[in-house]
């Protein structure tokens, strides 16, 4: 029984699937997608968005769960399924519903897994209200039911539990940011870490993508390789020439934890990986590399990495270039990409930086003979910006990974690795910095540290004074109380743009507070509309500095942050638009939130985001466009180092005087003044003269290195781009090859084409004049046709006349003829009846007629007698058993009689009881008032003694009450037959019958013979 409900309640789940696999007679609209949203019961579930194209293919499954019981009153309510086609703006992310279609749930047929019954194939559906009313857009729809048979967990209680199966279709990675890697699959299955990395290596003839209309020579046009790996959006180093594409290899990886049967799985589900060539914000080519055959290779991954790689051709987009015929396969535009999945090993080497969504990317190490030198890490106290890890969002708006200087190069990164030193690393800072200085060479304007110590003896002089003299690197000093601060700002977007043109925003802005003096510009410049909002390239910085509290939220409070909004032109110069004033201050008073650092110690981060007018330049209220802008403020603690050195590129404020070594002069034995040059004011004056020819030697040979070097830059750039125009003119002539080939093989189609037009042309004006001689011969047929059939009709019509004249004689005639025979009738029918009256009078006919009569009277007597014989037999078993049933009937109506008579009797019984309570009741008070009346009237009767004399009569008095006595009786008797209960057979109606009989027999005679008697 258990199991049988068990069985009911897993088949009352069904599942309700709509399927859209495409449309068609659809317009094909630009920037347009399609979606069909389907409502039922409250609940709306849509499709993925689709190019608006003729065939719009959707492929999509839309499912509703319920019982049966719900399908049954959603059936009898007939609650439709409705589908809304919608076709959205990609631009503006407006919305236009197109037309609708209504899904009777009654029609729905529902399939079994166990049976064999073929689904119904999917129909077309014509859209309703449709917008396109010329074209008739229709969608291919299907609509079974299923039931929804899920495995309760009662169900494995008495037997183990089998290997749990992942569905390949609902795999997802999940973000582990404290670990730094993508959870596939259950946790407690998978949990073995591979590594899938992407290296875009090197690129060729890439020239065969740009445009006719795209200067490769103008200035600040950037290339790069644009790819999305797993959700993360990837872009390479920018490089301008296209010719000769020089970037440095760079590989970003994803670690995965996972199983490797369930990645294998996943990877073959996933689409192609496409990297695109990328110009700003357009796509100049893609190409396609299958992560699908990463899981077809049969070697475990534990002992041999699965790789992919080869020369992938880019294919250039058809809206962006018109359609030319095949390039040459030695002239196709190819990136070289390798894509490696491998398993991760206990101690894995960090192959770049790792960012908190478990993506790390880096430049690929290059094979040298010697050891790689230690990265420089002299931290400063005011370093140059850093570029932290973007985040997912901040990958999202920008194209490029690297933040350009106004000039156009890359920053490079601040020397406190991701701007998230500890304390403890802050110690070892001065150590560091000593051993660089070492293994580096003295360079011109920056003399070499030597540890200070006590000038030997001497002996030659114009060496002691150049040697006497040893100057440290600038440091600066740094309070015990000062902080290290990281300070991060996101320029998101501009909108709400108030001017008259277009324009090609870029904007900057510089903090020397933070330490640098250089300005922070985003990059490429984007362009910006009236009426849109568009997101800014590039625009994440972070800062790396120390600082008092109270020194911070001093200049935090009084010196704000200008952000400028610049116009950049081609053709002309920048035009400065306007500025914003961010007000730093708001973040000071910004909620508090606790993280922990690399080392396990605790920090402070505060946040703030706000949206602010940009001002018109030039003293103006005017609003010109509104910024959205993101500011972080972290605290990472103490700085322990009190002395740290500056580099040089940092810009700051505040320089510091170099320290020079104490030397101890050298006295004289008896203390007497020593000569003028051997003093150390003569000393320091002859070295710093010495430095100035020394500095300005330098100085002149550094220009002349850079005025050579600029010559060289001249000249290189002379030479590449020559190599663009001899490449721009090979590729424009084999462009005009093609063309022309294509032109010939056109004028030869349309000379074949003219020729097969003339022969058309000939072989139309021959079948018209064919046509025309059959038409003139077809319509003198007619003609002579219609003149026999004229003369055969005329003669028809003369032989039908005479036809009708010979059958008029005919009819004339054979009336005639008619009439003799009339008469000639009429005479034999005399004859005969006086044959007859002679034949009546003879008497031999009588006797025989009469003989006859007897004969047929016999046999029908006979007839009869037979007849009812057998008829006499037929009623007597007739009559048997009508006796049998008449018993029957008797003894059974007998059996009903008694048992009615009995009720009645018991009725009657009750009755009687209940009327002789109600008579005697009655009785009492007739009888009562009778007495009554009596007791009057003896009362009277004595009164009228003395008047009236004993011989009048008193009987009057008793006649009248005999009398009301009968009429008493009568008036009981007619009600009781009346009421339908009783009959004249029934003993209270014998009895009334024989007291009215007694009342009438002693009714008194006159009037005169009345005697005084009392009823009873």
Known sequence: ???????????????????????????????????????????????????????????TELAWELDRRTLHQHRLQRTPIKLQCFSVDTTTNQRECVGYIILDLRSIQEIKQTSNVISQPPRWFPLLSSKYTKLKPAILLSMVLENDEKQSPESFKARKAPPRQVPVGKLQLVLNEEEGFHQLGPADSCSELFVLSVTVACASKLEQLIGRTTELSREGVDFFFYYTLLGNDITSEPFQNVMSPSFEPERASVRIRSSEKILRAYLSQQPSLEIHLCCGSHSLGSAEVSLSSLALTSVSLSTQPATVEGAFVLQSPAQARPRLPSVPTDLQPTVGVSVTLRKETANPQAAGRESGDGLRTGKDAVPRDGPPSPAPAAPST??????????????????????????????????????????????????????????????????????????????NPEAELVSSVSVSAPKVSIPASAHHYCFSMDLRSIRDLNTGFPVNCTLRYAYQFFGSAAPIMTSPPVEVKRGTEVFLPQSYCAFDFAALPHQLQDTFLRVPLVVEMWHRDSSARDVLLGTASVQLSHLLTAEKSRFLGPSGQQHWRQSYTERLPVLKAHGSSEKVAELSYFTTLEDLGLVRTQDIAISESSQSGHPVQPRAAAVVPPSGPSGAVAEPRETLEYRAAMELEMWKEMQEDLFDDQMKKKELNHMQALAEEWRKRDREREALVKKKELEYNLLEEQLQKTLAELEKREKNLAHAELETQRLQRELRAEHEFSVRELQDSGRRLREDCTHQVELERAKVRQLEEENTRLQQQLLDADSKYKLLEKEFQLFREQQHTRPEVRLQSEINLLRLEKVELERKLETSTKSKLHYKQQWGRALKELARFKQREQENAMSRLKKQQQELEHMRLRYLAAEEKEAVKTEKSELEDI???????????????????????????????????????????RTGVYTHEDRIISELNRQIQEAMAQRPPSTTDRTHRPAH
């Open 1 to 59: 029984m258990l199991a049988n409900l068990a069985m009911a309640s897993k088949s009352d789940h069904l599942l309700i699937v709509v399927s859209i696999l495409e449309g068609r007679h659809f317009p094909k609209i630009q920037r347009h997608t399609v979606i069909v949203q389907a409502k039922f019961d409250g609940e709306q579930l849509s499709t993925d968005p689709v190019d608006h194209k003729e065939q719009p293919q959707f492929c």
């Open 382 to 459: 005011a370093p140059a910006p850093a570029l932290a890890p973007p985040t997912d969002e901040q990958r999202l708006r920008s194209p490029s990974p690297g933040q350009s200087t106004p000039g156009g190069g890359r920053r490079s990164v601040s020397p406190i690795k991701g701007g998230a030193h500890t304390e403890s690393d802050a110690e070892s800072l001065q150590e560091e910095e000593e051993e660089e200085e070492e293994k580096r060479p003295t360079l011109p304007g920056k003399p070499k540290r030597s540890p200070p110590a006590a000038a030997p003896a001497k002996k």
């Open 935 to 977: 007791r009057n009237q003896l009362n009277k009767l004595k009164q009228q003694e003395v008047k009236q004399p004993w011989g009048d009569p008193v009987g009057g008095s008793a006649g009248e009450s005999v009398d009301d006595h009968l009429s008493r009786l009568l008036e009981e008797r007619d009600t009781l037959l």
